[in-house]
């Protein structure tokens, strides 16, 4: 994010977009979910991921009539696991549940 701030002109190849490398490492270690939470919490309308040509890595790339001065999003808390959270500390315990013991005299 800071790195996109930062940039004064359209720096890919054609000039016409904004780009920055996403770590490697990240790229090696990041499962598919972990991607799309990063997308999420970048506010760029335009943003894309991609690796370039006669380039190693993958890049976030911008277009250059986007505004670069917007915050990162913060990511929001699960409803589902608030619901889940609140479901058990509202309910009661449960005693355990008796048995019959029925014998059969013959």
Known sequence: MDKLK??????????THFMVEISPHFDALASTKNNDRLFAMLPYKSLYFTSIKDRHGVYAMINKDERRDVSIRKPRPSIRKQLAD?????????????????????
Do not use: I
């Open 86 to 106: 609140s479901k058990q500390a509202t309910s009661p315990k449960k005693a355990a549940a008796r048995t019959k013991k029925n014998e059969l005299e013959v």
């Open 6 to 15: 930062d940039l004064s002109a359209p720096n890919s190849p054609n000039k």
